[in-house]
């Protein structure tokens, strides 16, 4: 987009532009659309499509042969070249991005004297961060301008990194400048993109004062409400005032943000905003809108611009519930009002805290003293067991959560309101979940429990039934009823008939009142799991983790292996794993983990439950880390050259050798092609056929055959080397008779057409030899000396197939005497 000149004075009009790609090809692009401004500008719009060859960083540049005469801070303006650059950042790890929109002209005037506003009312449609920053005007290949200088101040001329506002306080000078600034745009910390804005700026000396915009300011509007502002605007000098917005929200294609101007008079001008926002607008960085007052001075129009800041942010997840256990807390809560949240994060702390959400904060402040409990993804992914990450939540605490949701920019919703609670003791009190036989299907489980005092039983009359319930899992969420218990003093059983070797179980004891017309429960029943162990193999060692929820605390866990003839105990620990080294590999070892605890508050001790029986035998099924690989083209020997570091330097010890994988487009699955030993050589060339284009990585192999992740994948274009002498002397003298190329390699074809100063074409050929004598192709005379233009499109093998590469120059033909 840019922006010109209509008069009155004569100016210089571009149907097309040349614009340079940053991957060696440049191409004319076509204007689509003028629309033509107040104060004779006019806006041009052009438009083309343009394929990569793959990822990378590329500098798009766009020239224009001169600039406006007189401009005061850039040196003979007139003949320098005008140039606007941009940095397009091609990385499939960031995903799709758009470049930013600007959407306020660059077309207001200045008055000397007063402070002068600029904001380019930059909307990114992704909703990455940018960032502003003042630059120097450029000149051609994009290079700062020689003897640039920055327009005379009174104060300051500065651009508000934050907001884009750039703020020239003041001119002190009447004439024509030139400002640019630059505009980057931020994803997860990462630059991923810049693009720059040059305009020019006219000082005028004037008695005329610019009006004053009052009522802009940052705001915050609940999805699916409405957001409502009143703009106001006076003139000092009783002008008439028009108003105007500009920005992101009012060119959405789907609830437009909606600007009227509903009064003016002489001197005021009152407008307003309605904005019906929805789900789909929220996002972590707010929306920027560019308030604009212009009087309708007859001398000089001047203006006054004003930022409104609008965030929109979603409603807080409702319904939260909390429903204690002897162990664990069970959360759930109702899907969050926008289906396009991605998670939520379930936030925890010891006690209650009073909170009055301020309708411009997301997320929960950390000052309340919450700690992340846990993070589920998912927008109907609403239920979340708080056991402490398996180490159990402690009786007698109170224990309040909040739930926010969260989206995939980094936004937060509204923290939820805050719903408290407290462990169930629960009883009969177990004491027993062990594994006593391990099988898949004949395994048995030993259960116990205290009988219940004759306080607990509350003056029941019996008689009394123990209800016992069995359930797949680790926290008791789908209990069946496996067996009842009629006497009140026997407090123990032993499930049996069931998967102990590879199945987790939980279980409930109910203690019922069973008198004829008076049945009820007793209480809450308390739920325990037994131990539930898993053995991983690796090298010359087995690591052993555990699971459990258990209503006591365990103290300890002891270790007991048994290598085939008895079983002993290796080791204890207070952790939830457990690695036992030192092991002979192709042996099988089988362990059984005992954890030790109690009811503290109780003064119960010494309760001890067991594990089922687990094996493994020890191997190295660990894959080395992968490599970092880079690699780089070297046209003169037409091969590409790969190195990476040495892993066994860095992450692992048992690298053995590496293998190279190759594709020679850009998408596709990845070949091996090579492998490469020892682990100390870390240097591979590779020489293609075809095309130096393709995609590499390499990944890590160990003695025993683990390959690590594929490297990072890194893509090369084929080497760009085809170009066109600008001279030849075709006279006879068997000294540069031809027209021939530079030196080159791997061109399928070529389209070469050359031109003569009147336009007339004179040669063409899809030989990439060329080999033209000089003669015209019409009459088969030989042209006249002079300077010939040409256009040529060059087909080459990239990593996107076979792509034209477009040249356009100047070939000098020249005549001397032949001499004998």
């Given at each position: 987009?840019?922006?010109?000149?209509?008069?009155?004075?004569?100016?210089?009009?571009?149907?097309?532009?040349?614009?340079?790609?940053?991957?060696?090809?440049?191409?004319?692009?076509?204007?689509?659309?003028?629309?033509?401004?107040?104060?004779?500008?006019?806006?041009?719009?052009?438009?083309?499509?343009?394929?990569?060859?793959?990822?990378?960083?590329?500098?798009?540049?766009?020239?224009?042969?001169?600039?406006?005469?007189?401009?005061?801070?850039?040196?003979?303006?007139?003949?320098?070249?005008?140039?606007?650059?941009?940095?397009?950042?091609?990385?499939?790890?960031?995903?799709?991005?758009?470049?930013?929109?600007?959407?306020?002209?660059?077309?207001?005037?200045?008055?000397?004297?007063?402070?002068?506003?600029?904001?380019?009312?930059?909307?990114?449609?992704?909703?990455?961060?940018?960032?502003?920053?003042?630059?120097?005007?450029?000149?051609?290949?994009?290079?700062?301008?020689?003897?640039?200088?920055?327009?005379?101040?009174?104060?300051?001329l500065?651009?508000?990194?934050?907001?884009?506002?750039?703020?020239?306080?003041?001119?002190?000078?009447?004439?024509?400048?030139?400002?640019?600034?630059?505009?980057?745009?931020?994803?997860?910390?990462?630059?991923?993109?810049?693009?720059?804005?040059?305009?020019?700026?006219e000082?005028?000396?004037?008695?005329?004062?610019?009006?004053?915009?009052?009522?802009?300011g940052?705001?915050?509007?609940?999805?699916?409400?409405?957001?409502?502002?009143?703009?106001?605007?006076?003139?000092?000098?009783?002008?008439?005032?028009?108003?105007?917005?500009?920005?992101?929200?009012?060119?959405?294609?789907?609830?437009?943000?909606?600007?009227?101007?509903?009064?003016?008079?002489?001197?005021?001008?009152?407008?307003?905003?309605?904005?019906?926002?929805?789900?789909?607008?929220?996002?972590?960085?707010?929306?920027?809108?560019?308030?604009?007052?212009?009087?309708?001075?007859?001398?000089?129009?001047?203006?006054?611009s004003?930022?409104?800041?609008?965030?929109?942010?979603s409603?807080?997840?409702?319904?939260?519930?909390?429903?204690?256990?002897?162990?664990?807390v069970?959360?759930?809560?109702?899907?969050?009002?926008?289906a396009?949240?991605?998670?939520?994060?379930?936030?925890?702390?010891?006690?209650?805290?009073?909170?009055?959400?301020?309708?411009?904060?997301?997320?929960?402040?950390?000052?309340?003293?919450?700690?992340?409990?846990?993070?589920?993804?998912?927008?109907?992914?609403?239920?979340?067991?708080?056991?402490?990450?398996?180490?159990?939540?402690?009786?007698?605490?109170?224990?309040?959560?909040?739930?926010?949701?969260?989206f995939?920019?980094?936004?937060?919703?509204?923290?939820?309101?805050?719903?408290?609670?407290?462990?169930?003791?629960?009883?009969?009190?177990?004491?027993?979940?062990?594994?006593?036989?391990?099988?898949?299907?004949?395994?048995?489980?030993?259960?116990?429990?205290?009988?219940?005092?004759?306080?607990?039983?509350?003056?029941?009359?019996?008689?009394?039934?123990?209800?016992?319930?069995?359930?797949?899992?680790?926290?008791?969420?789908?209990?069946?009823?496996?067996?009842?218990?009629?006497?009140?003093?026997?407090?123990?059983?032993?499930?049996?008939?069931?998967?102990?070797?590879?199945?987790?179980?939980?279980?409930?004891?109910?203690?019922?009142?069973?008198?004829?017309?008076?049945?009820?429960?007793?209480?809450?029943?308390?739920?325990a799991?037994?131990?539930?162990?898993?053995?991983?193999?690796?090298?010359?060692?087995?690591?052993?983790?555990?699971?459990?929820?258990?209503?006591?605390?365990?103290?300890?866990?002891?270790?007991?292996?048994?290598?085939?003839?008895k079983?002993?105990?290796?080791?204890?620990?207070?952790?939830?794993?457990?690695?036992?080294?030192?092991?002979?590999?192709?042996?099988?070892?089988?362990?059984?983990?005992?954890?030790?605890?109690?009811?503290?508050?109780?003064?119960?001790?010494g309760?001890?439950?067991?594990?089922?029986?687990?094996?493994?035998?020890?191997?190295?099924?660990?894959?080395?880390?992968?490599?970092?690989?880079?690699?780089?083209?070297?046209?003169?020997?037409?091969?590409?050259?790969?190195?990476?570091?040495?892993?066994?330097?860095?992450?692992?010890?048992?690298a053995?050798?590496?293998?190279?994988?190759?594709?020679?487009?850009?998408?596709?699955?990845?070949?091996?092609?090579?492998?490469?030993?020892?682990?100390?050589?870390?240097?591979?060339?590779h020489?293609?056929?075809?095309?130096?284009?393709?995609?590499?990585?390499?990944?890590?192999?160990?003695?025993?055959?683990?390959?690590?992740?594929?490297?990072?994948?890194?893509?090369?274009?084929?080497?760009?080397n085809?170009?066109?002498?600008?001279?030849?002397?075709?006279?006879?003298?068997?000294?540069?008779?031809?027209?021939?190329?530079?030196?080159?390699?791997?061109?399928?074809?070529?389209?070469?057409?050359?031109?003569?100063?009147?336009?007339?074409?004179?040669?063409?050929?899809?030989?990439?030899?060329?080999?033209?004598?000089?003669?015209?192709m019409?009459?088969?005379?030989?042209?006249?000396?002079?300077?010939?233009?040409?256009?040529?499109?060059?087909?080459?093998?990239?990593?996107?197939?076979?792509?034209?590469?477009?040249?356009?120059?100047?070939?000098?033909?020249?005549?001397?005497?032949v001499?004998?």
């Open positions: 987009m840019t922006y010109t000149s209509t008069g009155p004075e004569p100016v210089a009009d571009r149907p097309k532009l040349e614009v340079q790609f940053g991957d060696g090809t440049k191409a004319d692009v076509n204007r689509i659309e003028e629309v033509y401004l107040p104060d004779y500008y006019k806006r041009n719009k052009y438009v083309c499509d343009h394929t990569y060859p793959g990822p990378g960083t590329y500098q798009i540049l766009m020239e224009d042969p001169n600039r406006n005469r007189y401009v005061k801070n850039i040196p003979n303006s007139v003949n320098v070249v005008f140039s606007i650059k941009s940095i397009l950042i091609i990385n499939p790890t960031i995903g799709r991005n758009s470049t930013p929109e600007l959407l306020n002209p660059p077309i207001d005037k200045a008055a000397l004297g007063y402070t002068f506003i600029h904001n380019p009312a930059a909307f990114d449609p992704d909703g990455d961060s940018l960032s502003y920053k003042l630059a120097i005007c450029t000149a051609e290949s994009g290079k700062e301008i020689t003897g640039y200088t920055f327009p005379p101040f009174s104060d300051s500065v651009v508000n990194e934050r907001t884009g506002d750039l703020i020239w306080a003041a001119p002190t000078e009447i004439g024509k400048y030139n400002v640019a600034m630059t505009i980057e745009e931020w994803r997860n910390g990462v630059r991923i993109g810049r693009i720059l804005r040059d305009m020019q700026i000082v005028y000396e004037t008695t005329n004062k610019p009006p004053v915009i009052t009522g802009a940052r705001f915050c509007v609940m999805a699916g409400e409405t957001f409502n502002t009143e703009i106001r605007a006076t003139d000092p000098n009783n002008d008439s005032i028009k108003l105007q917005a500009t920005g992101g929200p009012f060119s959405l294609e789907v609830n437009p943000a909606v600007f009227k101007q509903v009064v003016s008079t002489p001197g005021l001008a009152v407008g307003t905003i309605t904005w019906k926002t929805d789900c789909t607008l929220v996002r972590k960085q707010p929306y920027l809108m560019i308030i604009k007052a212009k009087d309708m001075n007859s001398q000089l129009q001047l203006i006054d004003k930022n409104i800041e609008v965030f929109v942010q409603p807080p997840v409702k319904n939260l519930k909390a429903t204690p256990a002897s162990s664990f069970t959360v759930s809560w109702d899907p969050c009002e926008c396009n949240a991605t998670g939520y994060r379930i936030y925890r702390r010891t006690g209650s805290v009073s909170y009055t959400r301020d309708t411009c904060r997301t997320g929960l402040p950390p000052e309340l003293g919450y700690q992340l409990a846990g993070e589920i993804q998912g927008h109907t992914n609403t239920l979340f067991i708080d056991s402490n990450n398996g180490l159990g939540l402690n009786q007698a605490t109170d224990y309040c959560y909040r739930v926010v949701a969260f995939a920019d980094g936004a937060e919703s509204w923290v939820s309101d805050e719903i408290c609670t407290r462990l169930v003791r629960g009883f009969p009190l177990l004491i027993k979940v062990s594994v006593s036989k391990t099988d898949a299907s004949s395994g048995e489980m030993e259960l116990a429990w205290l009988k219940p005092t004759a306080e607990q039983l509350g003056g029941a009359p019996g008689p009394f039934i123990y209800r016992i319930y069995r359930s797949e899992g680790l926290y008791a969420q789908n209990p069946v009823l496996i067996d009842s218990v009629m006497n009140l003093d026997k407090t123990v059983y032993t499930d049996k008939n069931i998967n102990t070797l590879n199945s987790k179980w939980s279980y409930q004891v109910e203690l019922w009142n069973t008198q004829p017309g008076n049945r009820f429960r007793i209480g809450v029943p308390q739920m799991s037994s131990v539930f162990l898993q053995v991983g193999a690796f090298h010359e060692a087995l690591k052993l983790t555990y699971e459990k929820n258990v209503p006591w605390v365990n103290d300890r866990y002891v270790i007991y292996r048994n290598s085939g003839t079983e002993d105990s290796v080791g204890q620990t207070t952790e939830m794993n457990y690695l036992d080294r030192g092991l002979l590999e192709g042996v099988s070892y089988c362990y059984r983990v005992k954890s030790v605890g109690g009811f503290p508050d109780l003064g119960i001790s309760i001890m439950n067991y594990s089922q029986t687990g094996c493994a035998i020890p191997v190295d099924t660990i894959p080395p880390c992968p490599p970092i690989l880079v690699v780089a083209s070297v046209c003169d020997s037409l091969g590409n050259h790969l190195t990476w570091n040495n892993v066994n330097d860095s992450c692992c010890t048992d053995a050798k590496y293998r190279i994988y190759y594709r020679n487009t850009a998408e596709g699955d990845l070949i091996r092609i090579d492998s490469v030993t020892p682990a100390t050589k870390t240097i591979f060339w020489y293609p056929d075809k095309t130096m284009a393709g995609c590499y990585a390499v990944t890590a192999v160990d003695s025993v055959g683990n390959e690590s992740k594929v490297s990072n994948i890194v893509c090369v274009d084929d080497c760009i085809y170009s066109i002498p600008n001279v030849f002397t075709p006279n006879g003298d068997g000294l540069n008779d031809w027209l021939k190329p530079n030196p080159y390699n791997r061109v399928e074809k070529i389209d070469l057409k050359i031109f003569s100063r009147w336009n007339v074409l004179v040669f063409q050929t899809e030989d990439p030899n060329i080999n033209w004598d000089g003669k015209n019409i009459n088969g005379k030989q042209v006249p000396a002079g300077v010939y233009y040409y256009v040529c499109s060059v087909y080459e093998r990239r990593l996107t197939g076979t792509e034209p590469r477009y040249l356009t120059g100047f070939v000098h033909v020249l005549y001397s005497e001499k004998h």
